[in-house]
C-alpha cells in the first residue's frame, strides 16, 4: 500500500509540473492554459489556503481539491498535448519550480478574508 500511496504522490507531482508547462504551451487551448496555471500555482505555492494545522479542513485542500483540480485541468488539455508535456516535466523533474505567484495569491486571499472579518467584528 506504501508503495502505491508513494507512486501516485510521483504521478501528482508530475502531473502538476506538466500543468506549469502547460499554461505556458501555445498548444493549449487559453481556458486550460488558465485553469492549469491556477492548479499549478496552488500546488506550487510553499503556502496553504487553509492552514494544515486546521483538523480535517487542513488537508481537505490537499487531498480532494487539488486532485480534483488536477483532474479536472488535464481533461481540458488535448491527450497529444499532455503526453508530450508529461514528458517534459519528467526531464525537469530535478529542478522543481516554485511559484511565487501562487504565494502572493493565497496571502492576498487571507488578508481579505482578515480585513472583512476585522470590518465585521468592528462594525457599529
Given at each position: 500500500?506504501?508503495?502505491?500511496?508513494?507512486?501516485?504522490?510521483?504521478?501528482?507531482?508530475?502531473?502538476v509540473?506538466?500543468?506549469?508547462?502547460?499554461?505556458?504551451?501555445?498548444?493549449?487551448?487559453?481556458?486550460?492554459?488558465a485553469?492549469?496555471?491556477?492548479?499549478?500555482?496552488?500546488?506550487?505555492?510553499?503556502?496553504?489556503?487553509i492552514?494544515?494545522f486546521?483538523?480535517?479542513?487542513?488537508?481537505?485542500?490537499?487531498?480532494?481539491?487539488?486532485?480534483?483540480?488536477?483532474?479536472?485541468?488535464?481533461?481540458?488539455?488535448?491527450?497529444?498535448?499532455?503526453?508530450?508535456?508529461?514528458?517534459?516535466?519528467?526531464?525537469?523533474?530535478?529542478?522543481?519550480?516554485?511559484?511565487?505567484?501562487?504565494?502572493?495569491?493565497?496571502?492576498?486571499?487571507?488578508?481579505?478574508?482578515?480585513?472583512?472579518?476585522v470590518?465585521?467584528?468592528?462594525?457599529?
Amino acid at each position: 500500500m506504501f508503495d502505491r500511496l508513494k507512486e501516485w504522490a510521483k504521478r501528482v507531482r508530475l502531473d502538476v509540473l506538466a500543468l506549469y508547462l502547460a499554461a505556458r504551451d501555445p498548444r493549449v487551448p487559453w481556458y486550460a492554459k488558465a485553469l492549469a496555471a491556477l492548479v499549478a500555482a496552488y500546488a506550487l505555492s510553499p503556502i496553504d489556503l487553509i492552514p494544515d494545522f486546521i483538523p480535517v479542513l487542513g488537508y481537505f485542500d490537499d487531498l480532494v481539491v487539488l486532485p480534483l483540480g488536477i483532474k479536472v485541468a488535464i481533461r481540458m488539455i488535448p491527450d497529444d498535448v499532455m503526453a508530450d508535456l508529461r514528458k517534459q516535466a519528467e526531464e525537469r523533474m530535478l529542478t522543481r519550480p516554485r511559484s511565487a505567484v501562487g504565494a502572493v495569491i493565497v496571502i492576498l486571499v487571507w488578508l481579505t478574508a482578515a480585513v472583512i472579518l476585522v470590518r465585521i467584528l468592528f462594525k457599529r
